[in-house]
C-alpha cells in the first residue's frame, strides 16, 4: 500500500510508563510479542519488560542496560505490530544501530527470543569491557567530523555516525573527546556529549566484539517476510549470522544519511519511526526534505494516526521499492538531538504535555556536559502531531506565581541574549525549534545554562524541554525543581 520504510531506533531514552496499554488491549500479535520478551528476560534472570509498559506502575522501574535495550525492543516491535495490523506494509526496515537487531526480528529473519537474548548479550559483552569511553555529536558533516578526529590523532576517536548533512558522532577515549569538544567550540561548531549505556562505533570496542562472537548463544535465522536494508554495512542483509552481525555492527561506522538517501531514491517517500518519539525521523526530514515522517507512538491516538495514512494513501499506490545496495558503507547509533530547524510556523495544534526523558543528553560548547537525548521523561499523554504547541497551564496561584514570573523574565532574557534576539519577541509559548529556529544542539546548550544558573543539574535530563521547548514550560520546570528541592 504505501510506499513506507519502517525506521527501528537504536539507543534512546526508557519509554513511558504504560506506553503500550492501548495497543496490548487492542492487538494480539502485540500481546504475543510481549510475552516472548517477558519469557526471554524471566530466563536471563531479568523482570517482566512488559509489566511497566502495559500497566502504571508505581515506584522506580529496575534499571540496567539490559533491562533499557529489551524495553525499546518491546516499543518498536509492538508498534511494527500495529502497522501491519492495520494494513501497512514496509518495502524495507532499516535499524540504528541496535535497532538493526529489532529490525531482523520484525522481518522475521530472527525470533523475537533469540533477539531478546542477543541484545542482552551483546550489553553484557560492553559491560564486560568496561570502555571508559564518550560519544560527541558535532553539528557539522561527516567529512568535517572525521577531520576534527583527524587532527586529535587518536586511533580510536573515530567517526561513529553520520545522521544528517549537519550532524555526525564522534565516538572516543573520555580525553580524546574532551579535546574534540574544546576544538569543536573555537571553531563554533555546537556539539553535545551523549550519556548512552554503552559508547559503540569504535575499534575501541573490539574486545566486546570478540567476546560477544565467543559467548553469545548462537540463533537460528533465515529469510524472512520483508527486507531490512543495514546502514552499516550499507547493503541490504543478506544470509548473515546475527551474531555476527551484531558483532561486526559495535566496532563498525554507521551511515544512516547515505541508507535513508539510497531508499528515498529507490521511490520510498514515507518514513515511520517504530519508537516513542521522534528521533530517526528527524535525522531522516535532515536529509530528505519534503520527506514524509510519521511516529504513531507521538501522536495522541496513534491507531487513528496510522488509520488516516493508509486512507491517505490509498488511492496513490506506487510499485513497491527496490532499493539498489547503497554503498558499502557503515551506519550509526541512535542517541542524538533533533535535526536541523523546520522555518514556516505551522498552525498551533495544542498536545498534551510530553513525557520527560530518561536518556542523558550531555554539555555542549561552552556549556558542562549535558545529560541524555532523545528520551521523554516521565510525562502524562503522548506528544500530538507533527509540529507540536504545548500551551501549558499557568502555575498556581500562590508564592510560585512571583517566582515563576521572576525566571520566566530571566530565562527570556538569557535566550534573548544567546539567540540574539530581543527578549520581548520570544513567546511564552512558541516552540523554540518550530516556531523559532532553534536547533536541537543549541537548545542543549541554553538548558545547560538554565541548569547551571539555577543550580538544577537534573534539568538537563528533562528532554521534554528540547522536544516541545517553549519558555513557559522551562520557566515551570526550574520552579516546580526548585520547590522540590527546598522540601526535600
Known amino acids: 500500500m504505501v510506499d513506507s520504510v519502517f525506521v527501528m531506533p537504536g539507543t534512546v531514552a526508557a519509554p513511558r510508563t504504560g506506553i503500550l496499554r492501548d495497543l496490548h488491549s487492542r492487538y494480539e500479535t502485540v500481546r504475543e510479542a510481549l510475552t516472548r520478551i517477558d519469557k526471554a528476560a524471566r530466563e536471563l534472570g531479568l523482570p517482566d519488560i512488559s509489566t511497566r509498559l502495559i500497566e502504571d506502575v508505581a515506584g522506580e522501574r529496575?534499571?540496567?542496560?539490559?533491562?533499557?535495550?529489551?524495553?525499546?525492543?518491546?516499543?518498536?516491535?509492538s508498534t511494527y505490530h500495529l502497522l501491519v495490523a492495520e494494513g501497512v506494509e514496509p518495502v524495507a526496515i532499516v535499524g540504528q544501530s541496535i535497532g538493526e537487531l529489532w529490525a531482523l526480528a520484525a522481518a522475521g529473519h530472527v525470533s523475537v527470543a533469540d533477539a531478546a537474548r542477543l541484545a542482552v548479550a551483546r550489553s553484557q559483552a560492553l559491560t564486560r569491557q568496561a570502555w571508559p569511553g564518550k560519544m560527541l555529536a558535532v553539528g557539522v558533516d561527516g567529512r568535517r567530523a572525521e577531520s576534527l578526529a583527524g587532527?586529535?590523532?587518536?586511533?580510536?576517536?573515530?567517526?561513529?555516525?553520520?545522521?544528517?548533512?549537519?550532524?555526525?558522532?564522534?565516538?572516543?577515549?573520555?580525553?580524546?573527546?574532551?579535546?574534540?569538544?574544546?576544538?569543536?567550540?573555537?571553531?563554533?561548531?555546537?556539539?553535545?556529549?551523549?550519556?548512552?549505556?554503552?559508547?559503540t562505533h569504535t575499534p575501541a570496542v573490539a574486545q566486546a566484539a570478540r567476546d560477544l562472537l565467543a559467548t553469545a548463544p548462537r540463533v537460528s535465522y533465515g529469510g524472512g517476510?520483508?527486507?531490512?536494508?543495514?546502514?552499516w554495512l550499507g547493503r541490504d542483509i543478506g544470509d548473515e549470522d546475527p551474531v555476527e552481525l551484531v558483532a561486526g555492527a559495535l566496532t563498525a561506522q554507521v551511515r544512516m544519511l547515505h541508507t535513508v538517501r539510497a531508499l528515498h531514491a529507490a521511490g520510498a517517500d514515507t518514513f515511520i519511526e517504530c519508537g516513542e518519539w521522534p528521533v530517526v525521523t528527524r535525522f531522516i526530514e535532515a536529509s530528505v526534505p519534503g520527506v514524509q515522517s510519521v511516529v504513531p507512538l507521538s501522536e495522541h491516538d496513534p491507531v487513528a494516526a496510522v488509520r488516516a495514512l493508509v486512507a491517505g494513501r490509498t488511492d496513490t499506490v506506487s510499485p513497491q521499492v527496490r532499493t539498489p545496495a547503497p554503498p558499502p558503507v557503515p551506519v550509526a547509533p541512535a542517541p542524538v538531538a533533533s535535526p536541523p530547524p523546520v522555518p514556516a510556523r505551522p498552525a498551533p495544534a495544542v498536545p498534551a504535555p510530553p513525557p520527560v526523558a530518561t536518556t542523558p543528553v550531555p554539555a555542549v560548547p561552552a556549556a558542562p556536559a549535558v545529560p541524555s537525548v532523545l528520551a521523554p521523561p516521565t510525562p502524562q499523554e503522548p506528544v500530538t502531531p507533527a509540529s507540536p504547541v504545548v500551551v501549558d497551564p499557568p502555575p498556581s496561584t500562590s508564592d510560585a506565581d512571583g517566582q515563576y514570573a521572576v525566571v520566566l523574565t530571566e530565562i527570556r532574557a538569557l535566550y534573548g541574549d544567546y539567540l540574539g534576539y530581543p527578549p520581548e519577541l520570544l513567546g511564552d509559548d512558541d516552540v523554540l525549534e518550530s516556531d523559532l529556529g532553534v536547533e536541537s544542539l543549541k537548545q542543549v546548550a541554553l538548558l545547560s545554562r538554565v541548569a547551571d544558573r539555577y543550580g538544577l543539574p537534573d534539568l538537563r535530563a528533562n528532554t521534554s524541554l528540547l522536544t516541545v521547548g517553549t519558555l513557559r514550560r522551562i520557566a515551570q520546570a526550574v520552579v516546580q525543581a526548585r520547590g522540590e528541592a527546598t522540601a526535600r
Not at 534499571?63 to 525492543?73: H, K
Not at 576517536?157 to 577515549?173: D, F, K, M, Y
Not at 517476510?225 to 546502514?231: C, D, L
Open 62 to 77: 529496575p534499571y540496567s542496560p539490559e533491562v533499557q535495550y529489551l524495553e525499546i525492543f518491546a516499543v518498536s516491535l
Open 225 to 231: 517476510r520483508w527486507r531490512v536494508s543495514s546502514p
Open 151 to 199: 587532527l586529535i590523532g587518536h586511533p580510536h576517536l573515530v567517526l561513529a555516525c553520520e545522521n544528517t548533512p549537519r550532524q555526525s558522532v564522534l565516538s572516543g577515549p573520555r580525553r580524546q573527546i574532551d579535546e574534540a569538544e574544546r576544538v569543536a567550540e573555537a571553531l563554533g561548531w555546537p556539539s553535545v556529549r551523549l550519556d548512552v549505556p554503552h559508547p
